[in-house]
């Protein structure tokens, strides 16, 4: 096991968050949390097929991220994708009913687990390949620049989040997309979420330099490490780099040291990563910190918080009825979507 | 109007298309202060801006990823490629996102936008520089393909293109940018979809596009001075292929010859024949007969050049040795 990194410290005052908005955080890693452990149950009792890539222990950082965004604003995402979607406002049961293949999921049942789409939640993808979503977000965040400054539209200040990973910082549509989005000014955050594997090859044996945030100093862009098990962490960096992207002032790297709880994939049987330093992340479980947190800055009652819970699993348990009760497409559109006017 | 080059015909399209509607946009390399590798864009930087023409870094996978994350939300994107070859680069944002993001969105999304730019074997350029894309593109799903020969074509189909709500791959020939031709003064557009039938005749369809286009039409003085009538289409959309044109016509003639500037193995022509392999096998009185580039990278030496590409004299003898078949 290599020399972990030490985590940047953070001290959130509490005043920086009130109940509300704690809730609003806890409920959303909670149903990212619930939504993921339902699908490894539903993949291994066979209703859910392919590669499907969860997302427990990165919570926080999806939370902190998308949770600071307007609805409005666009989400980038990979095929580690599900709490993304969640997280910027698709519901649970069609993400669900997407992964069980029905016509009522978020891309009507012909993307699956790698493939979520919402134009309705300015949600882009979704992207299957290592390192494609980046330009697009890219994409999404010219075109805000475009509105304001080439169509003069002055209330075109969205701003767009791209998500990928410590192993797709090595490829290179990542620097490229850096270099244009700082030359352009683009208001965009790339989201490195560093969960130090891509699937079996450990972040050192991959790159020469594993401080990701450093990279984006040769393009003379911010770039920032947070404790990506914080929530509160993830909250405050993510909302200075968005203020920073409406007010005009370009993008920003946010590397987010974190943790994936399971396999790369439901199909991966997990052998590489260590038992000891499996416990030593389980042990920073963001859920839990932030839970403590929220207790002991009486911002809720533990009370309260399993209320969450306990509402939280009856829309999973909607969700699964709700996608399971759903029809399939209609072999008669298996051509359908191919072109705009279909 | 007076003459207008072909270049200066794209221009015109993309002048007109920007200034009907505003999130037309230019990028690529070298589009904007430099006007285009061909002229294409020439001054089009001055007059809409550096937003509007934009000069991209030399990144050909990231800014047609960009170009589709403009699409999708709302911008209808021009990418032109210095040289189509470089979009082997872009292969896997034309393929996956341009392509099947609409359908694997379920429809959530629409990419409208448009890759144009120079392709085919110049003069001496060299194998890379030399390359026909469109083969290598035509199975991915969702995609357009379009390939333009004359002024007035490139110039209506254009604006087609980039007023299609799909991504459409737009095929320029690198040795046509200075044909000239009368266009007219008034707006116009031609349709993506729809073959041009350039000569009719009955007793055999040529099909073909692009700069093959004219190769046959040099051919085609030959064969009328030896008394032969043949029909000659230039194919324009290279996916879908307008089976109804070409249909129409085989019913005609009941024989067809293929002219293209593709490689053999896996062309277009290929496909071509598989399709009417399906759909009018009983209308033939001959076997299809395809004439395409060799199946090798494009020599730099001239001579060597020549014998790759089809010359008019084999289009002629292919005409007639099919003609004297008849039975
Ligand atoms: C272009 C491409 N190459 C390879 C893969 C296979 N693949 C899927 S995920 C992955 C590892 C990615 O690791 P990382 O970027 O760290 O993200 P994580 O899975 O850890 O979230 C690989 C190699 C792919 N999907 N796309
Ligand atoms: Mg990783």
Redesign the interface.
């Known amino acids: 096991m290599v020399q972990e990194r030490t985590l940047p410290q953070f001290q959130a005052p509490p005043a920086q968050i009130s109940p509300e908005q704690g809730l609003v955080l806890y409920e959303d890693m909670i149903l990212g949390r619930f939504f993921e452990d339902k699908c490894a149950e539903m993949y291994y009792r066979g209703k859910m097929f392919g590669f499907v890539h969860l997302y427990n222990g990165q919570e926080a950082v999806s939370s902190g991220v998308i949770k600071s965004l307007r609805p409005d604003d666009?989400v980038?995402s990979t095929y580690r994708d599900h709490v993304h979607a969640l997280s910027a406002g698709v519901p649970a049961k069609n993400v669900m009913a997407e992964l069980f293949g029905k016509e009522t999921?978020?891309?009507?049942?012909?993307?699956g687990s790698m493939?979520l789409?919402?134009?309705e939640h300015n949600l882009?993808?979704?992207?299957?390949?290592i390192g494609?979503g980046?330009?697009?977000?890219?994409?999404?965040?010219?075109?805000?620049?475009?509105r304001r400054?080439?169509?003069g539209d002055a209330g075109a200040d969205q701003v767009t989040a791209c998500f990928f990973g410590d192993g797709t910082s090595n490829n290179?549509?990542f620097f490229?997309?850096l270099?244009?989005a700082a030359?352009w000014k683009l208001p965009i955050l790339f989201v490195v979420e560093n969960n130090k594997w891509a699937i079996g090859m450990a972040h050192e044996r991959a790159t020469s330099q594993p401080e990701i945030y450093k990279k984006a100093s040769v393009f003379g862009m911010p770039g920032i490490e947070v404790d990506g098990m914080d929530v509160m962490a993830v909250r405050a960096v993510a909302q200075e780099a968005i203020a920073r992207a409406r007010a005009g002032e370009g993008p920003t790297l946010i590397e987010c040291l974190t943790y994936r709880f399971r396999g790369h994939s439901l199909a991966d049987p997990d052998e590489l990563r260590s038992k000891a330093e499996k416990e030593a992340w389980l042990a920073r479980d963001p859920i839990k910190r932030f839970e403590a947190y929220l207790v002991e800055h009486n911002l809720a009652e533990k009370g309260t918080l399993k209320e969450v819970r306990d509402r939280i699993q009856t829309t999973i348990d909607d969700a699964l009825t709700f996608a399971e009760e759903s029809p399939e497409p209609s072999p008669d559109d298996l051509y359908?979507?191919?072109?705009?006017?279909? | 109007m007076a003459e207008t080059l072909l270049f200066n015909a794209l221009r015109e399209a993309i002048d007109e298309e920007m200034g009907r509607d505003?999130?037309v946009?230019v990028l690529g390399e070298d589009v904007g202060v430099y006007g285009g590798s061909y002229k294409v864009t020439k001054d089009l930087y001055n007059k809409y801006?550096e937003?509007?023409v934009l000069d991209?870094?030399i990144?050909e996978?990231?800014?047609?990823?960009?170009?589709?994350?403009?699409?999708?939300?709302?911008?209808r994107p021009i990418i032109e490629g210095m040289n189509m070859g470089f979009l082997l680069l872009a292969f896997?944002?034309i393929a996956?996102?341009a392509g099947m993001?609409?359908?694997?969105?379920?429809?959530?999304?629409?990419?409208?936008m448009v890759i144009r730019g120079p392709g085919g074997v110049g003069r001496q350029l060299g194998a890379e520089h030399s390359q026909r894309l469109e083969a290598y593109f035509q199975a991915v799903?969702?995609l357009k393909i379009v390939a333009c020969s004359t002024p007035y074509n490139a110039k209506g189909l254009l604006k087609a293109a980039i007023r299609?709500?799909?991504p459409v791959l737009f095929f320029e020939h690198v040795l046509l940018y200075n044909l000239k031709e009368d266009l007219p003064n008034h707006e116009y557009v031609v349709p993506l979809d729809k073959a041009e039938i350039v000569r009719s005749g009955k007793d055999v369809t040529i099909l073909t596009y692009s700069r093959m286009r004219h190769h046959v039409m040099q051919a085609v003085k030959g064969l009328e001075k030896k008394g032969l009538d043949p029909e000659v289409i230039d194919l324009i959309s290279l996916k879908p292929l307008d089976f109804d044109t070409i249909g129409q016509s085989i019913k005609k003639t009941h024989r067809v010859i293929i002219v293209e500037e593709c490689m053999k193995t896996g062309g277009i022509g290929a496909e071509i024949i598989a399709s009417i392999n399906d759909r009018y096998f009983d209308e033939l009185d001959a076997p299809v007969v395809r004439l395409s580039s060799q199946d090798i990278p494009t020599p730099y030496n001239g001579k060597l050049e020549t014998l790759t590409i089809v010359q008019p004299k084999q289009i002629e003898a292919a005409v007639e040795n099919m003609v004297a078949l008849k039975v």
């Open positions: 666009y980038c999921g978020c891309s009507k049942g012909r993307g493939h789409f919402s134009s882009l993808g979704g992207f299957a390949f494609e980046i330009p697009v977000a890219l994409g999404a965040a010219f075109q805000s620049r475009y400054d080439a169509l290179g549509q490229e997309c270099n244009m030359l359908k979507y191919i072109f705009a006017e279909d | 505003d999130t946009f801006g937003l509007r991209t870094p990144a996978n990231s800014f047609t990823g960009m170009a589709v994350g403009a699409a999708m939300t709302g911008l896997n944002q996956n996102n993001l609409r359908y694997t969105s379920g429809g959530n999304y629409k990419i409208p799903p969702g299609d709500d799909n």
